[in-house]
């Protein structure tokens, strides 16, 4: 709990010092609990979820960092690997391939990398996975376009 | 270097022991049972008959490792998983790592991290309606260690062994230069971590927690521990985990900064470059250790270690007492027993 909390702590002061270093990320410690963050990443370019701006949610366990965090998409989005209705991430760095040695910041650009780079073969959204897989990129580029135009797009106005 | 991975010739165990006896750092010695036909997969370290108060009661062994059924991938139920959830809770992963964690607690109840020690006679009757092979090798265990410590079958079991026998090794000699000796190389991998790019804070808080373990094991300051203490805190989640991970990142370090040693071993054992191998098999915990990862923190460090492999083996002419050798330092120290003969 304690070095949970410490190692929070120097993250923190991290992402404060370093706020300018990575414009697509942007990280936020919930005010009264180190344990809860947010994160808001751009969708990467030359990808349909270009343009979209999209919220992941940090639950960080006590184990932390031997454990890793839980994360989700709170924004809804059209990836095989992110769970459609829960927003919950397939990624084995947050799974059995955890390691210290990753920060929260780093979590957030392996998850810009994920979005860029879909795994069809290990899907959490089957439709969008099995799109992929048949080889309709056209269908399936559409689609996670439309989700990103619907629910990831700053409404203008 | 090259010529340490290179299967030395065939040496009688005993005479081969004698000339380990002036190099090696006793306790640092780990038996590792052939995960092939046992229900538990596990290794033993043994603690080697002390030559200087030649008595049986000195020694320990350990177990490794039993790895859980860690064979679900996330996305292996694909849509299996689409039910609705509402909260972190009951997500189709947690449940799954929730699954991982109750086989865990359950395989805790059945043996601490470290084991206390037990004559080599407990593993005799372990087998005793096994393979006579088994038996036999056992009985010359017998003649060159009196005790095995058993370590929890979780995947870390190699880098928990090494930790408590090291550390042992340390409280029982007192052997302040040998301290001197590694914090030196500690810090060399310390500065091997940051060349390599990883962030300070990343691995910080281990490697402190490493030298405080170092420091608290030599008597005479005020947080100096005894023996009984050093096994509590062996069977402590947040001092033991710390530990072991402080070992991977050592061990990851050394792999990368001699990568282009390490690359052709590391192809034998994994698809993806040396950097892949060891975020993949190295940094997380509960990862198994190979002969990459034993060569690795051994070299790292500075310590040598001996690996006695036990499995039902034996050679055509029927004898069991056959090895190959190879070391892990200049000085002979990693000594596997092994069916090719």
New interface residues.
């Given amino acids: 709990m304690q070095?949970s909390r410490?190692?929070l702590f120097?993250?923190y002061k991290?992402v404060q010092r370093e706020k300018t270093a990575d414009p697509d990320i942007q990280l936020v410690c919930d005010d009264s609990n180190i344990f809860k963050w947010t994160a808001l990443i751009k969708g990467p370019s030359e990808t349909p979820f270009e343009g979209g701006v999209f919220q992941l949610a940090f639950?960080v366990p006590e184990q932390y960092?031997?454990q890793p965090p839980?994360v989700?998409f709170l924004t809804k989005i059209f990836h095989p690997?992110v769970?459609?209705?829960?927003g919950?991430i397939?990624?084995?760095i947050l799974?059995?391939?955890?390691?210290?040695?990753?920060?929260l910041q780093s979590v957030c650009r392996a998850i810009i990398a994920l979005m860029a780079h879909p795994?069809p073969?290990?899907?959490?959204n089957?439709d969008s996975?099995n799109l992929l897989r048949s080889g309709d990129t056209r269908g399936y580029q559409s689609m996670a376009r439309m989700y990103t135009r619907l629910a990831a797009m700053p409404k203008k106005g | 270097m090259e010529e340490n991975f290179q299967p030395s010739d065939q040496m009688e165990p005993l005479s081969e022991s004698d000339r380990l006896e002036q190099t090696c750092i006793e306790g640092a010695y780990l038996l590792q049972v052939s995960r092939s036909f046992f229900p538990w997969k596990n290794g033993l370290l043994l603690h080697r008959m002390s030559s200087l108060l030649n008595e049986k009661s000195k020694f320990h062994s350990i177990p490794i490792s039993r790895r859980m059924q860690n064979q679900e991938e996330c996305g292996a139920g694909g849509g299996a998983t689409s039910c609705e959830f509402e909260d972190w809770g009951s997500f189709g992963d947690e449940a799954i790592i929730q699954q991982k964690s109750e086989i865990s607690a359950d395989e805790a109840q059945k043996i601490p991290f470290v084991a206390d020690k037990e004559p080599i006679s407990a593993l005799a009757a372990e087998y005793q309606s096994g393979s006579p092979i088994l038996l036999e090798k056992i009985k010359i265990l017998g003649e060159q260690y009196a005790a095995i410590r058993r370590t929890r079958g979780d995947g870390n079991c190699f880098f928990r062994s090494f930790m408590f026998s090291y550390l042992e090794h340390i409280l029982d000699s007192q052997d302040q230069a040998e301290v001197d000796r590694i914090k030196a190389k500690v810090e060399e991998c310390r500065k091997t971590l940051q060349s390599l790019g990883y962030t300070d804070f990343t691995f910080e808080d281990f490697f402190a927690l490493f030298l405080e373990q170092l420091d608290s094991v030599l008597q005479g300051n005020e947080s100096s521990i005894s023996h009984d203490e050093l096994i509590i805190r062996s069977r402590d989640q947040s001092i033991s985990d710390y530990v072991v991970m402080f070992f991977r990142f050592v061990t990851a370090g050394e792999i990368r900064k001699r990568s282009e040693f390490f690359e052709p071993f590391v192809m034998g054992l994994s698809n993806g470059t040396v950097e892949q191998f060891c975020k993949s098999a190295v940094e997380p915990m509960g990862e198994e250790s190979d002969h990459v990862h034993i060569t690795a923190l051994s070299d790292a460090l500075g310590v040598p270690i001996r690996v006695v492999y036990l499995d039902r083996s034996s050679c055509d002419t029927g004898g069991v007492s056959a090895t190959m050798t190879f070391s892990t330092q200049n000085k002979c120290n990693c000594w596997f027993w092994t069916s090719e003969c």
């Fill in positions: 070095a410490a190692r120097k993250e991290e639950a960092p031997l839980q989700r690997n769970h459609f209705k829960t919950e397939c990624l084995d799974k059995n391939a955890w390691s210290p040695a990753w920060t795994e073969d290990s899907p959490l089957c996975g």
